[in-house]
């Protein structure tokens, strides 16, 4: 079978001194390992913000050649590359951010220019402001992006923001795909701990950003041509569709801005299939139907699918049909490839 993953990230293997070029404190770099000195492995660094440690990563973020091979192992026949959200800058000056943006939207394509017809990259704009954004956009759009990236909160501003409801329309108005990505997440002291953060507040943060969109009237005031996905299956928003559902029907504060209840939008947006359990993809399939997933690992991740394809893959209750519209189909389409 085909198979397409749409949710990946990158980090260029060196960037300029940010710290240096704009002065503050915690801008994202890469701290390479001393111990990659003709060592025939995979390079290892950390990535850092300021001076604290983030993430340990692989060269996998960086070199084609070892994404192409790690694709080629597991069947991967074409892969779309998107930052790694501690790049967006969203809390910098709009001049900074936009500046982070160009650069590494440019390193991105770099990347995808080893092989031009199997890794393609998602674009990053400065979403603090609009007008900024809309430029980028299109300006990635035009040097060859497949679509945008973006974190689905600017500070305490949700889906259903004002301005981020323009950004989207201009990304209908322009035929741009977006995926959004949780970042920044919430109740962060009570989720520092085991990981948490990622396996209780990113889903947290990805149902949230549904929901605000449903909820604010997101959906209802933004065309219906607007092409967006959300990453991690959507977090709990599948599981807890009945639950709005009934607060909807019963209490006249739960319909917020919406003119219709949260089942009537399903249609409206995609969700990637990083749930990692059988069941929880069939609730998916269930639930948003098999023309509304799109196969995502978040590769070259710990937590991401480590074997890429093969939750879908040994699906015991998918039809072979529905097996290659998760894996590949979809995403062809969606992000027209």
């Known amino acids: 079978m085909k198979v397409v993953d749409i949710h990946s990230h990158f980090i260029p293997k060196e960037w300029e001194n940010l710290q240096k070029k704009f002065g503050g404190d915690g801008w994202p770099w890469l701290s390479h390992s001393e111990s990659n000195v003709n060592n025939t492995q995979p390079e290892k660094a950390m990535l850092m913000k300021g001076k604290q440690a983030f993430r340990p990563v692989y060269s996998a973020c960086w070199d084609a050649q070892v994404r192409l091979d790690e694709m080629d192992r597991d069947g991967v026949d074409k892969q779309i590359i998107s930052a790694t959200p501690i790049l967006f800058a969203y809390d910098r000056p709009v001049e900074q951010a936009s500046y982070c943006a160009q650069l590494f939207n440019d390193a991105a394509l770099d990347i995808c220019s080893k092989d031009t017809q199997r890794l393609f990259a998602l674009a990053q704009v400065p979403l603090q402001n609009i007008d900024a954004s809309c430029i980028e956009v299109s300006r990635a759009k035009a040097c060859g992006h497949v679509g945008v990236q973006i974190g689905n909160h600017v500070g305490e501003k949700n889906m259903d923001d004002e301005g981020v409801l323009t950004f989207l329309q201009h990304c209908a108005d322009e035929d741009i795909p977006v995926f959004v990505h949780p970042w920044d ?117 710990p937590l991401g699918e480590q074997q890429m394809g093969q939750l879908i893959k040994t699906s015991a209750d998918l039809s072979d049909q529905t097996k290659q519209k998760l894996l590949a189909s979809n995403a062809e389409q969606f992000f027209s490839l």
């Open 185 to 301: 997440m919430m109740a962060s002291e009570r989720t520092k701990d085991y990981m948490m953060g990622w396996t209780v507040g990113m889903p947290a943060e990805t149902q949230l950003s549904i929901v605000s969109m449903i909820l604010g009237g997101g959906f209802d005031r933004v065309s219906d041509t607007l092409k967006i996905c959300f990453a991690h299956g959507g977090g709990s928003f599948a599981f807890l569709l009945g639950r709005l559902e009934n607060a909807w029907h019963h209490k006249d504060i739960a319909r917020g801005k919406s003119q219709h209840p949260p089942s009537h939008y399903l249609n409206r947006f995609h969700l990637d299939t990083a749930v990692f359990d059988h069941d929880a993809l069939d609730l998916l399939v269930k639930k948003m139907g098999p023309e509304r997933l799109m196969f995502g690992t978040d590769y070259p991740f």
